[in-house]
């Protein structure tokens, strides 16, 4: 009963147009954030503009990282140079950023406590190494308590040339565009991995800069395009504490195609 209520929500929700007006406003260290902005405006057709510091950050990730935790330990988030954007004319804010410390990017905090969303309709969209799309939505509602936020749009960094495909999806399933998508299967319930399991893991997640722990068990879908992989992993904390985290893989259904992996969710 609850699939079928769901299935007539999607479905009602993908067909209605959005007459609404679209701002897309994101920030943008090293372009990355700034190319899924500008797909989005694009399928959109929505009104485009960025968020810029006042001193800009200098693009070296080191750096990036010494002045960022600076300022989140002084409480000294970067002044930022006036919107061009008028947020006010607008009901809807596709609002992005990339991923700093597990949340939104110091740029959006002071963003956030110097401008009025108050009954506005937010869509967060970030880009990441790993992942950080719930935790930095989690962290808008706190600090923007008036506002609607909606279910966002995450991609990683080495996958940013699969966002213009998942972004058209995305904004049909939540009737930003018009159009229909078919509801993706759930996954199976979770399994121990086996060592087939480990391999497509240990090939889509080896390569990445940090370790992303040992998977325990997995659930699986096939979708038209691809089969998708949910591992639940354990790993250690730089503080040697255990945690457990969602990995999610995927293995495109063409000839020679890599896994890769999409999210890490802690
Ligand atoms: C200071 C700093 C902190 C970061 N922290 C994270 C993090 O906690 N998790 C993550 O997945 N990626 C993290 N990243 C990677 C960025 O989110 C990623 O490279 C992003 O795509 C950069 O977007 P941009 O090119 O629009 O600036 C961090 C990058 C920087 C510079």
Known sequence: ????????????????????????????????????????????????????????????FQETIQRGQREMQNGQWPELKPLQSDIGKYDIIFLGYPIWFGTYANPIVTLVKSNDFAGKTVVPFCTFGSGGLNTSS??????????????????????????????????KAYGYKKGSVSRLPDYSAQQPVTDADKAIFDAACSGYQFPLGTPQTVGKRTTDDSTDYKYTVKSRGFDGAE????????????????????????
């Open 243 to 266: 945690s457990t985290s969602t990995v999610y893989v995927t293995v495109g259904k063409q000839q020679g195609a890599k896994p890769e992996f999409t999210e890490v969710v802690r």
């Open 138 to 171: 989690d962290a808008l509602k706190k600090a923007l308590p008036k506002a609607r936020i909606r279910q966002g749009y995450g991609v990683r960094t080495a996958r940013v040339a699969s966002a213009a495909k998942e972004l058209d999806r995305f904004l």
């Open 1 to 60: 009963m609850k699939k079928i209520l769901l299935s007539v929500a999607l479905t009602a929700c993908v067909t209605t147009a959005n007459a609404q007006k679209a701002l897309v406003l994101y920030y943008s260290e090293t372009g990355t954030t700034k190319t899924v902005a500008e797909e989005l405006q694009r399928q959109l057709g929505a009104d485009i503009g960025s968020i810029e510091a006042v001193k800009p950050y200098s693009g070296n």
